[in-house]
């Protein structure tokens, strides 16, 4: 590797505060079905589903979410239910359960960070700032939250970093379908196969149906 491709700029401790700023978007519970947000667990990524009827929606209020915002699960955050709302969660709604977050893109860039809140010493941050018993007894301190600490390189580097890992992702993907595919052709041909639809060279289909008296079969 060329030496002059190395950033001599060190990484920097940064709080979450100094690029991290919640945005609430409250809106009036909708008089009709519309589309929610949840967030999986163990860094997962997000979901939607259709509320169809709002009746059954205890809040009156409630908070919308855009592309590119960080979203928490502040009952489940202990879990990594933490993710980056991707464009199929653009304009959901969230109770105030799930705060959302935007970046100061001039000090970290998303596409760095959604990396690294996967990793397990974020996930074991989120932890400890979700004080309490199990299930829906730890609660997230949102102050807490912009408190933690993370190590964050320049942002060439940041970029780089994402860049490398996004590759892998795109061929691990690349990868998953692939054998998917070959699952599904195996098990086509396994069918066809045991049913007498594909034979070998040599067989013919009067060998597959020649009959066998019971009498004629030899004793063990």
Excluded: C
């Excluded at 989120?126 to 609660?139: E, F």
């Excluded at 933690?148 to 970093?161: A, D, N, T, Y």
């Excluded at 892998?168 to 069918?191: H, S, Y």
């Amino acid at each position: 590797m060329n030496s002059s491709s190395i950033s001599t700029v060190p990484w920097r401790e940064m709080f979450l505060g100094k690029f991290l700023r919640m945005k609430l978007r409250k809106v009036e519970k909708p008089n009709e079905s519309y589309l929610r947000l949840g967030v999986r667990s163990h860094g997962k990524g997000i979901f939607t589903t259709t509320v169809i009827d709002p009746d059954t929606v205890a809040m009156s209020h409630l908070f919308k979410v855009h592309t590119g915002d960080l979203i928490v699960s502040i009952t489940f955050a202990w879990e990594g239910a933490i993710a980056m709302v991707t464009a199929e969660g653009d304009g959901a709604l969230v109770s105030h359960r799930f705060p959302t977050y935007i970046f100061d893109k001039s000090k970290v860039l998303p596409e760095y960070f959604q990396y690294l809140m996967l990793s397990r010493r974020f996930f074991y941050d989120l932890g400890l700032i979700s004080p309490g018993g199990a299930g829906r007894n730890r609660v997230m301190s949102k102050q807490d939250f912009l408190k933690l600490k993370v190590q964050i390189p320049p942002i060439p580097e940041e970029r780089k970093i994402a860049d490398i890992l996004f590759t892998w992702d795109e061929a691990i993907a690349r990868t998953e379908r692939l054998i998917a595919v070959l699952k599904a052709r195996k098990k086509g041909f396994l069918q066809r196969l045991l049913t007498g639809q594909v034979r070998f060279p040599g067989f013919s289909q009067s060998d597959a149906t020649q009959e066998i008296k019971y009498g004629a079969i030899p004793a063990d």
